[in-house]
């Protein structure tokens, strides 16, 4: 069973940074896909940023290219998303998941496994 734990979330003004990690259970997952996520109240889960643990194919929403950045430390097990020039609409609960799929990997319910999410909140 494979669990994931994520981290670092908080309270930060518009135009600040956050570094939210992600900690997996187990080790080796170079053949799958991990994703972050967020979700807004009233809002569906929504793609943030994507990679193979390997650290290849990495793709940004729209949204948050240029401002994002999505790593990896292999010998931690630990994924990470750096938020620099946060907004306002960068409010959510944010996820990482992770997947066997090798397409739609912006489609949420491609993934077999989520943490329970870290709260980030972003004043105006």
């Known amino acids: 069973q494979v669990q994931l734990v994520e981290s670092g979330g908080g309270l930060v003004q518009a135009g600040g940074s956050l570094l939210l990690s992600c900690a997996a259970s187990?080790?080796?997952?170079?053949?799958?896909?991990m994703a972050w996520f967020r979700q807004a109240p009233g809002k569906e889960r929504e793609f943030v940023a994507t990679?193979?643990?390997?650290?290849?194919?990495?793709y940004y929403a729209d949204s948050v290219k240029g401002r994002f950045t999505i790593s990896r430390d292999n010998a931690k097990n630990t994924a990470y998303l750096q938020m620099n020039s946060l907004r306002p609409e960068d409010t959510a609960v944010y996820y990482c998941?992770?997947?066997?799929?090798?397409?739609?990997?912006?489609?949420?319910?491609?993934?077999?496994?989520w943490g329970q999410g870290t709260q980030v909140t972003v004043s105006s």
């Open positions: 990679m193979f643990w390997s650290g290849e194919s990495t």
């Open positions: 998941g992770i997947t066997s799929s090798g397409t739609n990997y912006f489609r949420a319910d491609k993934y077999d496994y």
């Open positions: 187990a080790r080796t997952f170079s053949n799958r896909r």
